[in-house]
């Protein structure tokens, strides 16, 4: 059974930082892109940052200059630093990947439970 476990979360300041990370464990044979998505209450979900297992990055515009998204493949992890925080970055952050499987040798998608970011003053 494949898990995608997010932590770091929580409540700061604006101008503040935090250390998102997603640690995927189980039966794993490779893990492929790793990415975060948010959503905030009453929006729909978008990808903030996206890692390939080679460690190229993409970035959603709000994002660039203040995210970084970083991964440890001996560890399944991704990280996502988040510095500058603002208000509109609240939100429950989501860690996804693609992956393969020892058991099954093909590709799925899973997706974390999510962890909250609250931003505010």
């Known amino acids: 059974q494949v898990q995608l476990v997010e932590s770091g979360g929580g409540l700061v300041q604006p101008g503040g930082s935090l250390r998102l990370s997603c640690a995927a464990s189980g039966n794993i044979f490779i893990v492929y892109d790793m990415r975060w998505y948010r959503q905030a209450p009453g929006k729909q979900r978008e990808s903030v940052a996206t890692?390939?297992?080679?460690?190229?990055?993409n970035y959603v515009d709000s994002v660039k200059g203040r995210f970084t998204i970083s991964r440890d493949n001996a560890k399944n992890t991704a990280y996502l630093q988040m510095n500058s925080l603002k208000p509109e970055d609240t939100a429950v952050y989501y860690c996804n990947a693609d992956l393969i499987t020892r058991t099954t040798m093909r590709t799925y998608n899973y997706w974390g439970q999510g962890t909250q970011v609250t931003v505010s003053s």
């Open positions: 890692i390939s297992s080679d460690g190229s990055t």
